[in-house]
């Protein structure tokens, strides 16, 4: 009989249940915003599958700000696919080619994308990906609970202990209860949370697949070629295939009708054959290493929050890997979501607050699903046998829109009904500076080094301005001041040199101007020129975007700093 002893565990600000890259990743941007959790996940380790692979301009600057990029593209996986790019199409490896991937709205992952971004794609796997988070997470003090499952929770405790965690340790079936201020359900698409919630999960399934992963030497057959992934069509199967090292070590999708045929039908020696069918070798005799399902689907959650409790991730999100918006979406959830709860659980934002998560990722989720079903659907057109590809249809909008363009409308941003293109959504035409959207790439230097103006925000709200700023320095300091909120101030022509002079063309304002970014590097607010009250303008302006009701007792700081 299984023990059933049980005692606290441990307090805590914020409980993360699963430690997959939505997991993992929310822990350690919280950690790096001062907040106390604690990660529980009910595998005993890792898995280590290369899963996916690629993570996108926008989550990398995320990477960057979470100090892990250079770790990520030192990865195995990441230095050996380093120059590799492309899509294409053919009867097996060996085979003819069919065609390639070459569409408007593509942008190659080695594309230069110097002009908008400090940093650009990485091709480490998602294995890799974790274990780098993982290490993070645990250097800034995270507290991982491996082999840890939660039983059941609570979310009407007293103050201080809003939740209530049942979690069972897996291996000695002792139980403990955690007390959290808040949760956050990173448990999967099969989430238990978002189920016991009552949330619904509405979308299609478009496909169910198999990963294969084996190791064969395709030297010959890869002759010097170097692509991100190539899709087999021929008599014995459809399916795709993707080079971990350019060399021995691959992944083979394969679709499957689990309505005909289980799991347990992928022998090894079934699996063999595919890997011979795929690479049009009959006399390769593969290792087959791992045989894991996966389902294709297009789904999203009703609600990204039930008061304390708060979805990422697969949780909230799944999407068909084409354009590779996945793993990428669920860490950009985990950075919007980290910087609320620490200013609300820092007490210099309000509670309201918290509902701009909601309001702002779930439609930027719902437009993204739709964007990787859309190049789903795309993929039989383009390498189809017609001697004419017809054209793509309506609706897709270009990677570099859907990495980089998007605008939250929300209460923590400034109201706008402007600058978005008729079928764009959700995507701005230009990345301008507006308020809702990412904070525009400048290249800056300080001092001797060059750095991004992505490089300035992670930890508090910061007001850039342009070197005449004493106004809006006095007024900064006196807001930071009475609201106790924690505000930074740049100058930008003053202690920061704005090496391509770029700044007032590409955040839309003038020299005197000013403009309000949060800690997650989204531009809340901004000024063209200087008001004549600056400090009642920018205090109504925080007061208001950050449900700030004014300096809690008791909080330490005296102001901006300069």
């Known amino acids: 009989m299984l023990s059933s002893a049980r005692n606290t565990l441990?307090?805590?600000?914020?409980?993360?249940?699963?430690?997959?890259?939505?997991?993992?990743?929310?822990?350690?941007?919280?950690?790096?915003?001062?907040v106390d959790c604690l990660l529980v996940e009910r595998r005993p380790e890792l898995s280590g599958h290369p899963r996916s692979r690629g993570v996108h301009p926008r989550a990398m600057e995320l990477m960057?700000?979470?100090?892990?990029?250079?770790?990520?593209?030192?990865?195995?996986?990441?230095?050996?696919?380093?120059?590799?790019?492309?899509?294409?199409?053919?009867?097996?490896?060996?085979?003819?080619?069919?065609?390639?991937?070459?569409?408007?709205?593509?942008?190659?992952?080695?594309?230069?994308?110097?002009?908008?971004?400090?940093?650009?794609?990485?091709?480490?796997?998602?294995?890799?990906?974790?274990?780098?988070?993982?290490?993070?997470?645990?250097?800034?003090?995270?507290a991982l609970r491996f082999g840890t499952e939660l039983i059941s929770f609570e979310q009407e405790g007293p103050p201080g202990e809003e939740v209530t965690a049942l979690v069972q340790d897996r291996a000695t079936a002792v139980r403990r209860s955690i007390k959290a201020r808040y949760l956050v359900a990173a448990d999967g698409a099969h989430s238990g949370i978002r189920t016991d919630l009552g949330i619904p999960f509405d979308g299609r399934t478009l496909g169910s697949y198999v990963n294969i992963h084996f190791r064969a030497d395709l030297s010959e057959q890869l002759a010097g070629r170097r692509f991100l992934m190539c899709y087999t069509f021929n008599d014995r199967l459809r399916g795709a295939l993707m080079p971990l090292d350019n060399a021995e070590d691959w992944l083979l999708h394969v679709a499957y009708d689990p309505a005909e045929e289980?799991?347990?039908?992928?022998t090894e020696e079934r699996c063999a054959d595919l890997v011979r069918a795929a690479c049009g070798?009959?006399?390769?005799?593969?290792?087959?290493?791992?045989?894991s399902p996966w389902e294709g689907a297009a789904r999203t959650a009703g609600r990204y929050r039930d008061d304390r409790v708060f979805l990422v991730g697969d949780a909230a999100h799944v999407m068909p890997p084409s354009g590779g918006f996945g793993s990428s979406t669920g860490i950009q959830d985990a950075h919007n979501l980290a910087w609320k709860l620490a200013a609300v659980l820092d007490g210099w934002?309000?509670?309201?607050l918290l509902d701009s998560y909601d309001e702002e990722r779930r439609p930027i989720c719902e437009a993204t699903v739709e964007q990787a079903v859309l190049r789903s659907q795309d993929r039989p057109r383009l390498f189809g046998a017609e001697a004419e590809t017809p054209p793509a249809p309506d609706g897709i909008v270009e990677d570099a829109l859907v990495w980089l363009s998007w605008r939250y409308r929300s209460s923590a941003v400034t109201p706008w009904d402007d600058g978005v293109l008729p079928g764009h959504g959700v995507w701005s035409a230009e990345?301008?500076?507006?308020?809702?959207?990412?904070?525009?790439?400048?290249?800056?230097?300080?001092?001797?080094?060059?750095?991004?103006?992505?490089?300035?925000?992670?930890t508090e709200p910061v007001l850039l301005t342009g070197p005449d700023n004493r106004a809006w320095r006095?007024?900064?300091?006196?807001?930071?001041?009475?609201?106790?909120?924690?505000?930074?101030?740049?100058?930008?022509?003053?202690?920061?040199?704005?090496?391509?002079?770029?700044?007032?063309?590409?955040?839309?304002?003038?020299?005197?101007?000013?403009?309000?970014v949060r800690p997650d590097g989204v531009v809340a607010w901004r000024c063209a020129d200087t008001p004549v009250f600056a400090?009642?303008?920018?205090?109504?302006?925080?007061?208001?975007?950050?449900a700030n009701e004014g300096r809690p007792e008791g909080l330490q700081g005296e102001g901006a700093q300069a």
């Not at 289980?262 to 992928?266: K, P, R, T, V």
């Not at 990412?438 to 103006?453: C, K, M, N, Y």
């Not at 900064?476 to 202690?495: K, S, W, Y």
Request: with cysteine; charged share 25%.
């Open 10 to 34: 441990r307090n805590t600000d914020v409980l993360v249940v699963g430690g997959g890259l939505a997991g993992l990743s929310t822990a350690v941007f919280l950690a790096q915003q001062g």
């Open 281 to 291: 070798v009959e006399s390769l005799s593969p290792r087959i290493r791992s045989v």
């Open 474 to 516: 006095e007024a900064a300091r006196a807001v930071a001041h009475e609201l106790g909120v924690p505000l930074a101030l740049h100058g930008i022509g003053a202690e920061l040199t704005d090496i391509e002079d770029r700044w007032p063309e590409r955040y839309g304002v003038t020299a005197q101007g000013a403009v309000l």
């Open 431 to 458: 990345n301008d500076g507006r308020p809702g959207s990412r904070a525009p790439h400048l290249r800056l230097r300080r001092g001797g080094a060059e750095l991004s103006v992505l490089d300035l925000f992670g």
């Open 349 to 352: 934002a309000g509670a309201e």
């Open 64 to 142: 960057r700000a979470a100090g892990v990029e250079e770790e990520l593209r030192a990865t195995p996986s990441a230095r050996t696919l380093a120059d590799n790019s492309g899509v294409l199409a053919a009867r097996s490896l060996a085979g003819p080619e069919l065609g390639v991937l070459d569409e408007k709205y593509v942008m190659d992952v080695g594309a230069d994308v110097g002009n908008l971004s400090p940093t650009g794609w990485c091709l480490c796997h998602q294995g890799e990906l974790e274990d780098v988070l993982r290490t993070r997470a645990e250097r800034l003090g995270v």
């Open 535 to 546: 400090r009642n303008t920018l205090r109504g302006v925080v007061r208001r975007l950050l």
């Open 262 to 266: 289980d799991l347990e039908s992928f």
